[in-house]
């Protein structure tokens, strides 16, 4: 029996993190915090139905097949996308009740991770490594 791993080809990936990144940026720059609701829709989207449309929409500018590039795990995707979708309504929900303080934090967060994962480190997946270390270490200790 084989299990096949669900994958979503790196530029795919890419695109997804920038539009993130454009968004929060174009948010700051404008002072309109609705532009936050276009990434957290599209990331509760993602999550909910497996159907996140910029990464679909992306898909349709690969110039290879999809198994030709560098493949992002779909699991840890997801992992990744829950982060940022919890910190873009933290943002989007703190800016409309006045709390800008809080909904930069949230904001240079979910931008800062998306922006060092496109430079190649990825601190979602290096949190789910850690937390998944720290959950065998316990489960060794206690059985």
Request: net charge positive; proline share 5%; aromatic share 16%.
């Amino acid at each position: 029996m084989t299990t096949e791993t669900r994958s979503i080809p790196q530029p795919v990936v890419r695109i997804n993190q920038w539009f993130i990144v454009i968004s929060v940026v174009s948010a700051w720059i404008t002072g309109f915090e609705w532009i936050l609701t276009l990434p957290l829709l599209a990331g509760l989207s993602g999550l909910l139905f497996s159907f996140n449309p910029v990464m679909k929409a992306a898909r349709f500018f690969l110039k290879k097949h999809p198994a030709e590039y560098i493949p992002e795990d779909f699991v840890q995707q997801q992992y990744n996308q829950k982060i940022a979708v919890i910190c873009l309504a933290g943002g989007l929900v703190s800016y409309l009740f006045g709390f800008a303080g809080l909904g930069h934090f949230f904001t240079i967060m979910v931008a800062l991770a998306a922006f060092v994962a496109i430079l190649g480190f990825c601190i979602g997946c290096f949190i789910r490594y850690q937390w998944s270390k720290f959950r065998a270490k316990n489960h060794a200790a206690n059985p």
